[in-house]
């Protein structure tokens, strides 16, 4: 379920949703008009056309199975993250306002899947494993694809837990078929994106926007969030304490927990997925944070007087 | 290929077709927001806001037939996307195969949501059938979208026709050449045809660009027929929400 209808999502993930889809949209516009200045109205035109019509091509997996492009990694490789993400908006509007493709009502919620989290995520684990690998072009082909495949898998999650808040359908059952079924989305967005990527860097290199080499610094930093990310993963999950802490604990004492209110469903309450316990839990949260820290931290990096 | 054929009804003279397009977005958004709210079981107050919206078909001279296929390419996801919850949805079971079981939860949540998603679908299928593209981009212009989201959409737009039938012709081509023959085969052509697409979607984007920039473009597509807020469409929206707004809290205060 990549484009969620209308009537699946509650109000309040509704209004969430697209408060966040207009924040990062608005970021992206700023950032775009930097980036790209007047070249912007063709290139992310033209994008918008070829993410539209790429997605009619339907490339056969085998075994019976065919998939079509997403092309939230491969646009948001091309054109930059920011000029990504507006490209899929533009793309969300048209199936949602056109072709009934995804709800009109859900449509900030479709948009903080696929473009932001989706183009955003995507391009950010596609910098990631540049800089741990290098940029030669195997390597971007490569990066581009597992990207491709990370991105899907985002979104399918982000829906699940979306249906899942909304009180749809409980988490376990929505990672299980929304996140399942985008395995396998996954894997061919990973190949057509890869492949595609391959024959334009080939044919028109001067089309994908550039990657610089990874200092030192950034390879060595790169390795040790993923050395650091991985071993926190495994050791946090068994070294959690499921004993109460302090503030647990006096409201046992006081005997007010029967006082506690849940506004909103916690899709991992007490750090456990119904689906994977804690390991899937930490994973999740792991990406979350990462994601989190990193788009604070290029705020501040861009408020920062230079020196 | 040709999308014309969407807003066909566009230029008929009805209710419709008289309010703003910017009025007629919102309402939209106003049914889809309506629907979402109403809680888990509230068919009486479903069948009211549908009967709104059979009202709004009514009003906007839109045939039963063309509106019935319409709805059915996007009904069909929308069943297949509910059905799921049939077996999703954990309760008191009425009938299970193996791990596999349907409870009177899922058939309640999958009957609820199908026709919550049905009366949102109309009302976008309304919107679309009554509204034309530059109309939907003027109306997206004064709902503050930023200027770069239109200028891309009213581009992309455009040319989207242009590249659909250039990757027709590309796989025509292909298909002549005999280049269509085993997975493998084909897969590589499909690869080769969406990059081709691609480096030609981005030169003739820019092609346009250039004779854009020597027609005088400034940054912003110019609407031709520009319409503004008039009393009448306000009104009309007013009411609308109003409406809606009094149905969804009817449900929750179980009136």
Known sequence: MAHIPDGFLSVPVMAGSATASVAALALAVRRTRRHLEEREAPVLGAATAFVFAAQMLNFPLGAGTSAHLLGGVLVGVILGPWAGMLVMFAVLLVQALLFQDGGIGALGANTLNMAVFGVGGGVLVYRWLLALLGVGLRRRVAAGAAAAFASTMLVGIAAAVELALSGTVPIGPALVAVGGGHVLMGVGEGVITGAILQMVLRGRPELVSGVPEPSRSGRVLAWGFAVAAVVLAVVAGYGASSRPDTLERAIDRLGIARLETSYLTAPFSDYSAPVGGAWLAALVGLVVVFVVAWVVSRLFLRRSPPP | ?255
């Open chain 2, 1 to 255: 290929m040709s999308f014309r054929h969407l807003d066909q009804y566009a230029t008929v003279p009805s209710p419709m077709t008289r309010t703003l397009p910017t009025a007629r977005v919102l309402a939209v958004v106003v049914v889809a927001v309506g629907t979402a709210t109403l809680p888990l079981g509230a068919w009486r107050h479903l069948a009211v806001l549908a009967a709104i919206v059979v009202g709004l078909v009514a009003a906007a001279k839109l045939p039963a037939r063309a509106v019935v296929t319409r709805l059915a390419g996007p009904f069909v996801f929308i069943l297949l996307a509910s059905a799921a919850l049939l077996v999703l949805v954990p309760g008191e079971p009425l009938w299970h195969m193996g791990p596999v079981g349907i409870s009177k939860a899922g058939v309640e949540r999958f009957g609820f949501v199908l026709g919550r998603a049905s009366v949102a679908l109309t009302a976008a299928v309304i919107l679309v059938s009554t509204t034309s593209f530059p109309e939907l981009l003027h109306a997206l212009r004064q709902l503050r979208l930023p200027a770069v989201v239109i200028t891309a959409l009213g581009l992309g737009y455009r040319l989207l026709y242009l590249l659909v039938d250039e990757i027709e012709r590309l796989q025509r081509a292909a298909r002549s050449r005999n280049a269509a023959g085993g997975a493998a085969r084909r897969r590589h052509v499909l690869v080769g045809i969406g990059a081709s697409a691609m480096a030609r979607a981005f030169a003739r984007g820019e092609r346009t660009h250039s004779a854009m920039l020597a027609r005088g473009f400034a940054g912003d597509l110019p609407s031709l027929t520009p319409r503004h807020w008039d009393l009448r469409s306000s009104l009309l929206l007013v009411a609308l929400s109003g409406a809606v707004a009094a149905v969804t809290v009817a449900a929750h205060l179980e009136f």
